[in-house]
């Protein structure tokens, strides 16, 4: 394996957001110290208590701002796909595209042992198209999809995973439509066929939770990607409750490809978020890549999100991002956004629309609108 430059930053940077947010609860065990008779006279300043840390006083903030904005709500607004599955040409394609879905995983899973009819090996399918508009790159569409399939007859653990891998390399919840394999700087193709097909062309073989014992919930993978770069990858990621309805979530992603070579990433999310009530969120990546330009990017969103009905979701933020090459360290776009997500007429149907208004310092753009909209399909 080629030697990683600069590739233990990463690990390092989760270790020391780690370490912070494990000694963000000191002030609960801290006792301000009484002054001896023979101090001199000078008032001592004691430690702060929970109350007076960001973790308390930024929840405050929030919370005392006026807003227009609706309640929360989880009501429902499209039928459920049970209701309407039958209804119209598109439904029934739907269903015949889902239940084809879990009889290949059946038929799978029967590779390997008998058929389970008490937990049936089942499939999940995403079908996403992403578009991208503004004024320097023009139009561009991108479809993308992910699946797996899961199967119960090797010890549970195992599934089947194919599409587009970048999808996996995102936060589950990820506020913004992102892509790790954006279109060349030197193609002006609306539609790029060749790199779309290789982008979605990832299978490989999942093994998840590898041990009990470990402290952190684990995928390895074993596949090929982009057509012949076969693979290792390796995702680890654990989840935390903290003090005053703070949640933290950090992954830690390696993956090794004959062509491709080494690949970090590093995701972090600290949230605040109420029972029933709009929260507030920072989600942090940080990226090496043997493939990549830089020695590093990083990309951070801190955000507002609501949602006024069941599958809305609302955000507005900020976006800032940079990137370490050469010990050269530099914040290279920066500017707030909008998003908007929701069912559109079916359970299983989603549009989401990004409105973003960024900077490219390398690239000597100045602010400049771009929209991005994503119809999302779910089988």
Request: charged share 25%; no cysteine; hydrophobic share 35%.
């Amino acid at each position: 394996m080629p030697t990683m430059r600069k590739t233990f930053t990463q690990p390092l940077v989760l270790m020391v957001a780690l370490g912070m947010v494990h000694t963000s609860s000191w002030a609960n065990t801290s006792e301000p110290q009484e002054a001896s008779p023979a101090s001199p006279p000078y008032t001592i300043e004691q430690a702060p208590t929970p109350e007076d840390s960001l973790f308390y006083t930024i929840p405050r903030w929030i919370d005392s701002a006026p807003t227009v904005l609706p309640e929360q709500s989880d009501e429902q607004i499209v039928p459920s796909t049970v209701v309407t599955e039958n209804q119209t040409w598109v439904d029934r394609q739907q269903k015949l595209i889902r239940n084809w879905a879990d009889d290949t995983s059946q038929t799978i899973d029967g590779w390997f042992g008998a058929k389970n009819t008490e937990t049936p090996a089942s499939a999940t399918l995403r079908v996403l198209i992403d578009n991208r508009w503004n004024k320097h790159d023009e139009y561009d569409i991108k479809p993308r999809i992910r699946g797996k399939i899961s199967l119960p007859n090797l010890e549970k653990k195992l599934s089947l995973v194919f599409g587009d891998d970048s999808l996996d390399n995102e936060l589950a919840n990820n506020v913004a439509i992102t892509n790790e394999n954006p279109p060349s700087p030197d193609n002006d193709k609306a539609y790029d066929r060749r790199q779309n097909r290789d982008a979605n062309s990832s299978l490989a073989l999942r093994w998840s939770d590898i041990s009990k014992r470990l402290p952190f919930e684990t995928d390895f993978d074993i596949g090929v990607r982009s057509g012949d770069d076969i693979y290792l990858r390796l995702k680890a990621k654990k989840d935390w409750a903290l003090e005053n309805d703070f949640f933290f979530h950090a992954e830690q992603i390696y993956r090794y490809g004959v062509d491709s070579e080494n690949y970090l990433r590093t995701n972090l999310e600290l949230t605040h978020a109420r029972p029933n009530e709009a929260f507030l969120s920072d989600q942090f990546s940080l990226t090496y890549a043997d493939a990549q330009k830089d020695d590093l990017n990083w990309d951070n969103y801190a955000f507002r999100q609501h949602q006024f009905f069941q599958g809305n979701r609302f955000n507005y933020g900020i976006y800032t991002g940079g990137y370490l090459d050469n010990s050269d360290l530099r914040l290279n776009s920066w500017g707030p956004f909008i998003s908007w997500r929701q069912p559109l007429w079916r359970e299983w149907f989603y549009v989401q629309t990004d409105l973003n208004y960024y900077n490219d310092h390398r690239a000597d753009r100045s602010h400049y609108l771009s929209t991005l909209l994503r119809l999302e399909a779910l089988f």
